[in-house]
């Protein structure tokens, strides 16, 4: 038997507010507005090429605040200040883009832009907080709000009870949880950010009626479909409106999102973040960057290489394998900063503070990181990344992954010359396990949280970290 949706209707809507239609309908008219006033002002007239500059603003307005979430989310004015800037200046990146791809960037004023852009988004923010607070004096004044009840216990049903209680706009009051299984006695302490316990799963319908309750969240674990099937039959015909908050936030996600598959929702708990056009602008931007660096840097390398062959005998570079992305092999280059020395008992043993092994030249390259720059190399085939986590050894990936149950998640994206840990001083010899857990959680908060941006702030605070203490 072949599986078919029961309706065509996609499962997955977008709830858009009055509010939020109406803040992107301002957000629109005050661009269009400001762009028309600047536009007449200097020339006195509108020209068709301006007439094609708005319209491409406004399409990519849509898009790329979209993406970025502004009218989706309810955050304090500083995040929204933050996001409304990048979306602000992702369009015009994309507007420059355009301009240059098609050979008109000298159509346009370039002071008339950059009034654009500074203008537009001061009154932009502005119209966000004005908005933001009409609503706030409407909501405190309306005269309905809705009872809501969680049905689950733990840390999600706290952090859920705490975002709809401290969210006035929401219409909604939590008037506490119900147990799905038998409490412990620590657990029924009330205490803040804990919705008061008001009884079992087996008193809902007194629940329900005694508190006019008009919308419940099942905060289940994943294995509670029993729970969620019988809760919802028993809700369906008192008219209460029933959401679903699977418990997932117990197990390590990794880029986590939600999708759809012909109308069927997706809940994706681990996926790579170089996907499509990310992958693609990330090699971009590994190939371009390592190629410039290396053109600018072939004369250190050279003098590095012909200092390394005069200080002591051996190959110059040296190589190893390592574990990359999705868990394929490869082999990094490194310049050698050792003497050439057998393995103790066949075990890779780390670099140590003072360690005999090192040479002259080695103790150099490696304080300053100069021995990580033939990475380049492996840049330029995609076997790495400029930023990524770093490769470990094979024997201390085997090692580590016994004690770190989520250790090769950070295998998830492309291995890096230098990454979040290492910036965060997260580097040099692991004298225990608390070290590397420290390591692999910066790593999967990377990728978790992936994007250009966020590699380019890495490898200008790079410049910085790797000439530390640790480096040795």
């Not at 209707?9 to 992107?24: E, H, M, T, Y």
């Not at 069927?264 to 973040?273: C, N």
């Not at 910066?442 to 990728?447: A, F, N, P, T």
Request: charge should be positive; charged fraction near 20%; include cysteine.
């Amino acid at each position: 038997m072949v599986f078919e949706p029961r309706s065509s209707r996609s499962l997955l809507q977008r709830r858009s507010g009055v509010s939020n239609a109406i803040q992107a309908g301002l957000d629109g008219i005050a661009v269009t507005g400001i762009a028309w006033y600047l536009i007449v002002d200097q020339f006195g007239y509108i020209t068709s090429d301006y007439v094609i500059m708005l319209l491409l603003l406004i399409g990519a307005l849509a898009v790329i605040y979209d993406h970025y979430g502004i009218y989706r989310s309810n955050v304090g004015l500083s995040i929204k200040a933050f996001r409304l800037f990048k979306a602000w200046s992702a369009t015009f990146c994309f507007l420059m883009v355009m301009a240059f791809l098609t050979k008109q960037s000298e159509t346009y004023s370039r002071l008339l832009v950059g009034k654009l852009f500074v203008s537009g988004y001061f009154v932009q923010l502005f119209l966000h907080y004005t908005v933001r607070e009409v609503q706030k004096r409407f909501m405190a004044n309306a005269l309905r709000t809705d009872n809501a009840l969680i049905i689950g216990t733990g840390d999600l049903a706290n952090f859920l009870y705490l975002k709809i209680s401290n969210n006035p706009w929401f219409g909604e009051r939590v008037v506490g949880c119900v147990w799905i299984d038998k409490p412990d006695e620590q657990s029924r302490v009330a205490g803040d950010g804990k919705p008061p316990v008001l009884g079992h799963i087996s008193e809902l319908d007194g629940l329900v009626a005694k508190h006019a309750i008009r919308t419940v969240y099942l905060v289940t674990p994943l294995g509670g479909s029993e729970v969620i099937n019988d809760v919802y039959l028993k809700l369906l015909d008192k008219c209460i409106a029933v959401n679903w908050v699977p418990d997932i936030f117990s197990l390590r996600l990794i880029n986590h999102s939600v999708r759809e598959i012909a109308g069927i929702p997706v809940l994706t708990l681990s996926e790579t973040p170089l996907t499509g056009m990310s992958l693609f602008l990330k090699n971009l931007e590994d190939r371009v960057l390592a190629a410039l660096i290396l053109l600018c840097a072939s004369p250190v390398l050279l003098l590095i290489a012909l200092a390394i062959k005069i200080d002591s005998p051996g190959p110059v570079f040296f190589r190893q394998e390592r574990m990359g992305w999705t868990g394929e092999s490869f082999r990094i280059w490194k310049f050698r900063s050792m003497h050439i020395h057998p393995l103790e008992n066949g075990v890779v043993k780390q670099a140590q503070k003072n360690d005999p092994r090192i040479t002259k030249i080695g103790a150099f390259i490696r304080r300053t990181s100069l021995d990580e720059l033939p990475q380049l190399f492996n840049v330029l085939t995609g076997e790495m990344s400029l930023v990524g986590p770093r490769p470990h050894a094979l024997h201390h990936d085997t090692l580590y992954s016994q004690d770190i149950v989520d250790y090769f998640a950070r295998h998830n994206i492309k291995p890096g010359m230098t990454g979040l840990a290492q910036v965060r001083g997260f580097r040099g010899e692991t004298k225990d396990i608390g070290q590397m857990i420290q390591r692999v959680d910066s790593d999967i908060e990377y990728i978790n949280n992936w994007s250009l941006w966020l590699d380019f702030v890495i490898l200008v605070r790079t410049l910085n970290a790797f000439t530390g203490k640790q480096a040795y």
